[in-house]
T-cell receptor, first 115, second 115 residues
Framework: AQSVTQLDSQVPVFEEAPVELRCNYS??????LFWYVQYPNQGLQLLLK??????LVKGINGFEAEFNKSQTSFHLRKPSVHISDTAEYFC?????????????FGQGTTLQVKP | GAGVSQSPSNKVTEKGKDVELRCDPI?????LYWYRQRLGQGLEFLIY????????KSGLPSDRFSAERTGESVSTLTIQRTQQEDSAVYLC?????????????FGQGTRLTVV
């Protein structure tokens, strides 16, 4: 079984500052890793995903994440945030050898960007 | 429409009543998922449909919950004899093909309140 822990429930940050949203996972098998974003009153949207290859993954809106197998982490980063980045961010995993896209989600981190 | 559509967007029901939630996936998407998001918690997997294969019902919390899907079209999630702990946002997602690597597209959810 897999589990995902997002270490911060809320992250307040000022506009143009860097941000890191932390995600750790636990799994006995290989996994794929995802970050989804949920803007206010909208559905979840894929930010980026790690399947294989380079451990640094770049996504939409200037976000990137680094897969660290030894630390079982997949932290999300952005060097300079905007007000429009205010949203709920979810880290998720799926079993890479599985034949479904069933996702196991973390509890979410609310990013609050202040002017 | 272009995205995953869910209806109703909000539903208030009395404890003990049955409810039906509807999901229209993106046309041509063969895989469909239901998730539940309780207040302050991450998304919980409920059920997964892939084409004509038997659905993965491993996430359904009790026998009061059931779901159907006709072919690769609309799905309905039914909750019988609703309880207050069923209050949550129910999210539907679809993906083009099955597999752990494929991107899931989410609807905006149905917010269910059991009073």
């Amino acid at each position: 079984a897999q589990s995902v822990t997002q270490l911060d429930s809320q992250v307040p940050v000022f506009e143009e500052a860097p941000v890191e949203l932390r995600c750790n996972y636990s799994s006995s098998v290989s996994v794929y890793l995802f970050w989804y974003v949920q803007y206010p009153n909208q559905g979840l949207q894929l930010l980026l995903k790690y399947l294989s290859g380079s451990t640094l993954v770049k996504g939409i809106n200037g976000f990137e994440a680094e897969f660290n197998k030894s630390q079982t982490s997949f932290h999300l980063r952005k060097p300079s945030v905007h007000i429009s980045d205010t949203a709920e961010y979810f880290c998720a995993v799926s079993e890479s050898s599985g034949n479904t896209g069933k996702l196991i989600f973390g509890q979410g981190t609310t990013l609050q960007v202040k002017p | 429409g272009a995205g995953v559509s869910q209806s109703p967007s909000n539903k208030v029901t009395e404890k003990g009543k049955d409810v039906e939630l509807r999901c229209d996936p993106i046309s041509g998407h063969t895989a469909l998922y239901w998730y539940r998001q309780r207040l302050g918690q991450g998304l919980e997997f409920l059920i997964y449909f892939q084409g004509n294969s038997a659905p993965d019902k491993s996430g359904l919390p009790s026998d009061r919950f059931s779901a159907e899907r006709t072919g690769e079209s609309v799905s309905t999630l039914t909750i019988q004899r609703t309880q207050q702990e069923d209050s949550a946002v129910y999210l539907c997602a679809s993906s083009l093909v099955w597999g752990a690597h494929t991107e899931a597209f989410f609807g905006q959810g149905t917010r269910l309140t059991v009073v």
